[in-house]
DNA sequence: CCTGTATTGATACTGAGTATCATCAAGGGG
DNA sequence: CCCCTTGATGATACTCAGTATCAATACAGG
């Protein structure tokens, strides 16, 4: 067991990147991340533990693990720019408006309802995006708003 | 049969705010725009014609006609954010990646995921947001990519 | 008309994201 | 295990979307 044995360096390698120390910093500030995030969160977790990353370095990153998908880009209803944390699988993200936390919500239903707006509309479908908002469990009990 | 008849004025009364020539005018270059824009795209039309209209006042419209819910605004993959003139009721936009035209699609099917998801997550869904990106049927026919 | 007030637009500013480029380090081949 | 090639880093400077400010203006209702 290697600090170089992990799923993400995996990816990286797969995907013809290098595992470098930021990269593994970055990954690492993510893990310790609970709910969504933006780049300049990260920016901002990097520099209060000390640790030397570029802020060009945190943008870059991002991009390299949306690729892998192992982060999700959000388009918050603010207009903001988020992520979260994520596996492979094509899936979609249950986020709650107020401490920010997601769940996953598989495809299932989803794939027929495209099917359907295919054949009315015409148009072929490669890609789509569902984005849920409201309030998780959590904060429900703790009286809703 | 005045200027001051038009759907968006009475939806500006309703809601209390001023029909001025500003946002008439920007909702008429809205009017003669074929598929999504960005606002830099009015800006620049605004340029283009001669009206002399703030960069500012563009932005504050967008969002007044976002909220009367005359245009909707759209993330791109791309991060950026464009709008779609819109019909006001609640429903989902299918675009086409190559044109950028798009078409509307109702909510029909979707009502009854989200009420599964609800029921999965434990989550109360206040909001959603459905994007579906792909080739319209022109741009499919003028041969795929 | 007149008037209170919402709106405008010129200007300056913030902050996200990116281009550049000299320096560095990952990692594969020897 | 060490080199060398090449991808990656980070300091810096820059672009550009979006916003705050505020004096001047134009709606709308009486
Ligand atoms: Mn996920
Ligand atoms: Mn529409
Ligand atoms: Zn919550
Ligand atoms: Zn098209």
Redesign the pocket.
Known sequence: MDA?DSPIDAA??RA????????RAVVDLITRRDGHF???DLVDDAQSRGL??????I???L?VLTELRAVERLDLPT?D?AYVACEPAHHHHVICSRCGRSSDADDAGLRAVVRDIERQTGYRIDEHRLELFGLCPDCLARGST
């Open positions: 170089t990286l390698g013809g990147y290098r595992a470098t120390g930021a990269r933006t780049a300049a030397r990353i570029g802020r060009a370095t943008f870059r990153t991009d207009g720019h």
